[in-house]
């Protein structure tokens, strides 16, 4: 608890990197955040490139699962049209993520119903993307 509060002390917010935050969304499944760079009196910093993230959620077994990725845009239409290809190559790598370490586990005789209870049948297990 003390480090905690050591930590704190120094907290400081960077006022020469702050950014105006929008959200848009198609209200189906899309939705595209736009982070504008902005001075520390609020107005547009132009000199800084704006920046623009895909945001959505893939329903897997073991529930809705939420994906983020970046996306290279010079508008907001550039990004919604790049929003298909961001996310499938997020969801991409969340696979070979995933595979990558039920290899390593598979290794070191890593039992996934140990982790849903000892074995029991109904619940648990991994995430299936």
């Known amino acids: 608890m003390a480090n905690e509060k050591q930590s704190l002390e120094g907290l400081q917010a960077d006022k020469n990197n702050l950014y105006r935050e929008d959200v848009f969304s198609d209200l189906k499944s899309a939705t595209i955040r736009r982070l504008q760079p902005v001075k520390e009196d609020g107005s547009d910093d132009p000199a800084r ?9 893939i329903m897997t077994p073991g529930g809705a699962l939420p994906i983020s990725a970046e996306i290279e845009a010079g508008s907001l239409g550039e990004a919604f049209d790049k929003f298909p290809a961001a996310i499938e190559q997020e969801v991409q790598r969340l696979r070979d993520e995933v595979q990558k370490q039920q290899i390593a586990n598979a290794g070191r005789g890593f039992d996934p119903n140990a982790l849903s209870g000892g074995g029991q049948s109904g619940g648990g297990g991994g995430i299936i993307i």
């Open 49 to 57: 490139a704006t920046q623009y993230s895909a945001q959505t959620h």
